[in-house]
């Protein structure tokens, strides 16, 4: 078993994170709660956790284009708008019938 670096559990299936295969560059975390409170980068304007892609610009993290530009990073967009061809509505995925043969 190994103990998390996060939270100090001693978790039998616990996980080892490393940052672009760099050794020693992230953890050992007994959940994703942990591993994100640890290795998450925080927004450079209002402060909450990066979980996806975020928007950088520079050497700066934001979690989206808003938060960027209100921190004084103009051009960057969090959609492209209509003129992408796309309608404006969101695509719902439905993956509940995913792998199911009939």
Request: glycine residues 16%.
């Amino acid at each position: 078993m190994a103990i998390c670096d996060m939270c100090g559990n001693d978790y039998p299936r616990s996980m080892t994170i490393t940052i672009g295969g760099e050794k020693n560059s992230g953890g050992v975390f007994d959940s994703f709660e942990c591993a994100i409170a640890a290795l998450a980068p925080r927004c450079g304007h209002c402060r909450c956790r990066i979980i996806g892609h975020g928007v950088e610009s520079g050497c700066n993290i934001f979690c989206c284009a808003h938060c960027a530009r209100a921190a004084g990073h103009d051009g960057l967009v969090d959609q492209a708008g209509h003129t992408d061809g796309g309608s404006g509505q969101w695509k719902v995925f439905d993956d509940s019938r995913e792998g199911v043969v009939e």
